[in-house]
């Protein structure tokens, strides 16, 4: 039993990591080395904001998503089940993007947004 939990954590891992490097995004690789405010900047000029999100053993892309995505313009990137290690970052920029969204939108996003975007909530408490 404990070397299936063991294999299934490693696999987790494996997966997760994978799920971060192959999204095929340029982004993908270069976000680490420069700031949140950096990378919005950059992309928000190049018009491809990414909203960050955490969910579950396989990251989902429905219907609602596309629409979404379609709509307002931007991306999503699902982390699937495991958070990055450098949360704090994805909060940040994602805070940057609902203010984008809110400016741009006002209100008709948030009804809309996934449930499991990275930050989403403790904005929402404040705007």
């Not at 095929?24 to 080395?33: L, V």
């Not at 979404?68 to 970052?89: S, T």
Request: charged share 30%.
């Amino acid at each position: 039993m404990k070397k299936m939990i063991t294999l299934l954590v490693m696999l987790s891992l494996t997966i997760g990591y994978a799920q971060e490097r192959s999204n095929d995004k340029p982004e993908a690789i270069s976000f680490r080395q420069i700031s949140p405010e950096k990378k919005f900047d950059n992309d928000s000029k190049k018009n491809v904001v990414t909203i960050y999100t955490l969910g579950g053993l396989k990251p989902s892309n429905h219907d609602v998503d596309q629409t979404f995505q379609k709509k307002f313009n931007v991306n999503y990137y699902d982390f699937g089940c495991l958070a990055p290690g450098n949360l704090d970052y994805y909060e940040k920029y994602n805070v940057l993007v609902f203010n984008y969204l809110k400016e741009k939108w006002n209100n008709e996003w948030e009804k809309d947004i996934k449930d499991n975007a990275i930050g989403f909530y403790n904005w929402k408490k404040t705007h």
